[in-house]
Every structure is written in structure tokens, then in C-alpha cells.
């Protein structure tokens, strides 16, 4: 399979808890992204890298919540203290940006439960 | 700012009859406009982008969708609805040299036999 790989697919983890995700976006691609969606919501975007450099990160990310690409590859989201409200599914992306833009292609996200 | 709008949260169609799901935007710059669709429980697919040239677009499963400057538009159409069509259909734009995508809220698109 050469698309972008997600895991877990799905987490159920207690309030307080610390979680963290990985990404292994399509080998070629640059660029790598998160997002988040909740339900009746469209993405919302948190953050991306350029090979290993994070270049924007959005509020929604908040002190509780760091992303790493530490070798330009796959990506890991890691939430801090999980509260109630972090529940989403949160969806990694990857596209190549250079000579031919490519669009983002989406894996199949990681579904967190905070109960 | 960058941002998406779509008016409406469900379009119900019979299968065979013509679709359309709508979507307008508000971006800085030239527009980069894009539509994904989403089964239950699954990630986004890419179904088809404008970036410059032809005002019509044509992309997966027989989709297509239409660039409007002046409406700040791009409405997604099919000719011919199918059942397996229904799902969550999501508009984004892109703003210029930005990665980060900006997503409409969706649009459930049911097509009923």
C-alpha cells in the first residue's frame, strides 16, 4: 500500500492520559500535515512540515498538544493531559511541493475517544 | 483570510438525475480549490482541483466541478447521480504559497434509488 498509513486507527484512553499518533505519509512527498475533524465539521487544519522543519502551527494547538517529523519522514502528534474535548478524528495528509505541486492525499485517521 | 462556505448541509437526489453541491470561497491571491469526499469512518479522497486554466475541471468518478471568479464559485456536478455517491462531500481552498488547506463544513449527498 503506498498511500498515507495512520496508526492507530482507533484510541479509547482515560481524561489525563497521554496519547500520540503516528503518520507515514507517501514516501516521496515533502510535505506533511495534520488536521482534526469533529463531528458535522470540516478539517481543521493544525499543522504541517516541510521535510523535518514544522513551518506553521495553528492555535488549535495548544501547550498540551506537539508534533515532531524528526527525519523528514513519518510524523508523530502526541497530546499531553487529554481532556473530554480533544475527541476527534484527527487526520494526517502529505503532498509534494516542488517543481509539479501535488495535491494532499489523506490517510484514513486516527479516531481518539476520551472518556 | 482564507475560507469555504457551503450553503448546503445535505443535497438529496434521485439516482440518474443530475447533482450539484455547493460551495463558495474567499481567499487572498489566486485561488487553489479543491473537492474531497468522505465514506463513514474513512480518511478524505481527492476528487478534483482547480489551479488555473480551464474553468471546467473534470475528475474522479465521472465529477466535475466549475470555476466562477466573478461568484467566487466552484460548485461540484455530476450528470448522472449514482447510489454509491452518497457520502460527505468537502470543498477547500488554498491560499497561494500556503500548504494548510481550509475546509467548507461538508455537504451529506444522498442518492436514493
Known amino acids: 500500500d503506498t498511500g498515507v498509513s495512520q496508526d492507530p486507527r482507533h484510541k479509547i484512553t482515560k481524561r489525563g492520559q497521554n496519547v500520540t499518533f503516528r503518520c507515514d505519509p507517501i514516501?516521496?512527498?515533502?510535505?506533511l500535515y495534520w488536521y482534526r475533524q469533529t463531528l458535522g465539521q470540516g478539517p481543521e487544519f493544525l499543522t504541517y512540515?516541510?521535510?523535518?522543519?514544522?513551518?506553521?502551527k495553528s492555535r488549535l494547538l495548544s501547550d498540551r498538544f506537539s508534533a515532531e517529523r524528526p527525519k523528514g519522514s513519518f510524523s508523530t502528534l502526541e497530546i499531553q493531559r487529554t481532556e473530554q474535548g480533544d475527541s476527534a478524528m484527527y487526520l494526517c495528509?502529505?503532498?509534494?511541493?516542488?517543481?509539479?505541486?501535488?495535491?494532499?492525499?489523506f490517510g484514513q485517521g486516527t479516531r481518539l475517544t476520551v472518556v | 483570510a482564507q475560507s469555504v462556505a457551503q450553503p448546503e448541509d445535505q443535497v438529496n437526489v434521485a439516482e440518474g438525475n443530475p447533482l450539484t453541491v455547493k460551495c463558495t470561497y474567499s481567499?487572498?491571491?489566486?485561488?487553489?480549490l479543491f473537492w474531497y469526499v468522505q465514506y463513514p469512518n474513512r480518511g478524505l479522497q481527492f476528487l478534483l482541483k482547480?489551479?488555473?486554466?480551464?474553468?471546467l475541471v473534470k475528475g474522479s468518478y465521472g465529477f466535475e466541478a466549475e470555476f466562477n471568479k466573478s461568484q467566487t464559485s466552484f460548485h461540484l456536478k455530476k450528470p448522472s447521480a449514482l447510489v454509491s455517491d452518497s457520502a460527505l462531500y468537502f470543498c477547500?481552498?488554498?491560499?497561494?504559497?500556503?500548504?494548510?488547506?481550509?475546509f467548507g463544513r461538508g455537504t451529506q449527498l444522498t442518492v436514493w434509488p
Open positions: 495528509a502529505s503532498s509534494f511541493r516542488g517543481s509539479r505541486d501535488t495535491e494532499a492525499f
Open positions: 514516501s516521496e512527498h515533502n510535505r
Open positions: 512540515f516541510q521535510n523535518e522543519a514544522q513551518l506553521e
Open positions: 481567499v487572498s491571491g489566486n485561488p487553489y
Open positions: 482547480y489551479i488555473t486554466g480551464d474553468n
Open positions: 477547500a481552498v488554498r491560499g497561494s504559497t500556503l500548504g494548510r488547506l481550509y
